[in-house]
């Protein structure tokens, strides 16, 4: 009886922790940080009006990308790499999903689970398989940015060549 309230109060408790592990795209580095604390290392910018942190809490470690000073890529990961359940991706799902519904879609990868968020630019994947497996939250918008960045880098190299 006492290895069955251990679990059960085991099980709560990681999901009151996924509850509230959601930083929300569209809000501001203040919000995030009095949600999850500050960086633990130091937001990084890249230009083009995007920066990166990296937060750590209950055992998750989020990645949040700004896009102007506000969330548009959130990446979740355990920090003991272990998967997440379909019931842990669908709370985090909710908690993300603006009030709104997630519909599956099919992902360009054949190795990842998609989703789009009823009504918005939000999409979020997850690896089918993957040592490293992490939910990611996104809006398109940042998605375009972050393709806009990496090829204006990737020229910037080749010109230096």
Not at 69 to 75: D, L, N, Q, T, V
Request: hydrophobic share 35%; aromatic share 10%; glycine share 6%.
């Amino acid at each position: 009886m006492l290895t069955l309230t251990r679990t059960c109060l085991g099980i709560l408790a990681f999901f009151s922790c996924v509850a509230s592990l959601h930083a929300r795209i569209g809000e501001d580095a203040a919000s995030i940080a009095g949600r999850y604390g500050e960086p633990t290392s130091a937001v990084q910018s890249f230009g083009n009006g995007l920066s990166q942190a990296e937060y750590s809490y209950n055992d998750f470690t989020i990645t949040v990308v700004y896009l102007n000073g506000r969330s548009s890529y959130e990446r979740y990961r355990k920090q003991n790499l272990k998967d997440f359940s379909d019931q842990e991706i669908q709370l985090l799902l909710k908690a993300n999903g603006q009030g709104r519904g997630w519909v599956d879609t099919k992902a360009v990868d054949p190795n990842m689970r998609a989703w789009s968020c009823s009504g918005t630019d939000i999409f979020a994947t997850y690896p089918k398989f993957s040592l490293v497996p992490a939910l990611l939250v996104a809006s398109e918008r940042c998605r375009q940015r972050m393709i806009e960045q990496q090829n204006k880098q990737d020229q910037d190299k080749l010109e230096r060549f």
